[in-house]
């Protein structure tokens, strides 16, 4: 698989290489497109998948103006 590589200009750093999209285009087919839960091996690693795809509400650190100082 080949992929495009764009030349732009980068504050402080010249002339860089970008990485152009690396996706193959198209749709899922099949009767399984869709099903994530059935893909994963266990119970720990779908828990997993979520908290990842979810890290807003199950993570510990804040960003920007959501840090606090004091928990509420």
Not at 26 to 45: C, F, Q, S
Not at 53 to 58: A, I, L, P, S, T
């Amino acid at each position: 698989m080949e992929y495009e590589i764009d030349k732009k200009d980068a504050p402080g750093r010249g002339e860089v290489d970008v990485l152009g999209a690396t996706y193959e285009e198209g749709k899922p087919e099949g009767e399984d497109a869709g099903r994530w839960r059935y893909k994963l091996r266990n119970r720990e690693e779908q828990l997993k998948y979520l908290e990842s795809g979810e890290r807003y509400w199950y993570g510990k650190e804040w960003f920007g103006s959501e840090k606090r100082n004091k928990p509420a």
